[in-house]
């Protein structure tokens, strides 16, 4: 059996989710790097999807790398762009040698498809494990999203209609999703899940210092606000490495 993960990350996410564009991804990577920062840098991207922050990466001057399982968002990141460097690969065996690259990235809830805590560590370390400098995480407050929880909403896609149905799950704490989509007979073109494991900032923080990291700074948001438990929909983290690595 499928999981989860490699149904719903097919050619149709790209429509699902086209508002998340580059943009976004520009205003994301000044939030967090320094103008001239990534300069002569190595970046990898963990689950860089159609390539939206690969770009923006080699334009601050880094060299940028993009890892992902989906063969549809591997594709459609070639077609954007033919000289990207990119992988396919499960974020949890990245084939790069420790301490390869500077910084590794896992940006718009990359973090959290498994289901176990002791998966998520796992993972932690990994990213860890391949970059010298730190690791960057964005996902989402789980404070905030059981306040403001939409629990069923429906929007248009072109000639068709999207259905989604949210709801939160316990022990441990998941977001789960039920998309499904209609053409314009009303008749069903996908239905699948999207599953993600939830962290509070605590035990988010807990699994990447336990990988060896700090935590250096913490966005509640991409306009750049200071993370609040109660106010913020995001964690935008930046965590950095303890001591020097070569």
């Known amino acids: 059996m ?3 993960y490699e149904i719903a990350f097919g050619e149709l996410y790209l429509e699902l989710y086209s508002h ?14 320094a103008e001239g920062e990534l300069r002569g840098k190595a970046v990898i991207d963990v689950a860089c999807g159609a390539g939206r922050y690969l770009e923006d990466l080699e334009r601050r ?14 594709r459609a990141a070639r077609e954007r762009n033919p000289a990207l460097h990119l ?21 718009f809830t990359s ?43 429906s929007r248009a896609l072109g000639e068709r209609r999207v259905e989604e149905r949210r709801r939160l799950l316990r022990d ?15 008749e069903l073109v996908a239905e699948y899940e999207e599953r993600v494991m939830l962290f509070s900032r605590s035990a988010f923080t807990e699994l990447f210092e336990n990988a060896g990291l700090s935590l250096h700074s913490l966005h509640g948001d ?10 913020s929909p995001r964690q935008l983290a930046r965590f950095e490495t303890k001591g020097k690595r070569s």
Not at 117 to 142: F, M, S, T, W, Y
Request: net charge negative.
């Open 2 to 4: 499928r999981e989860w």
């Open 20 to 33: 998340r564009n580059d943009e976004e991804a520009k205003k994301v990577l000044g939030l967090i790097f």
């Open 61 to 74: 001057g880094a060299w940028a790398m993009g890892l992902d399982l989906s063969a549809p968002l591997l």
């Open 87 to 107: 992988t396919r690969a499960d974020m949890r065996a990245i084939p790069l040698a420790d301490f390869a690259v500077d910084w590794a990235l896992s940006l």
């Open 111 to 153: 973090f959290g498809y498994f289901e176990s805590q002791e998966e998520h560590a796992a993972l932690a370390r990994e990213l860890a494990r391949v970059a010298r400098k730190g690791v960057i995480v964005d996902i989402p407050n789980p404070s905030f999203l059981e306040r403001n929880l939409v629990k069923e909403s």
């Open 172 to 186: 441990p704490n998941r977001v789960v999703k039920r998309v499904r989509v209609l053409d314009a007979k009303d």
């Open 222 to 231: 991409y306009d750049g606000s200071p993370f609040s438990e109660a106010t």
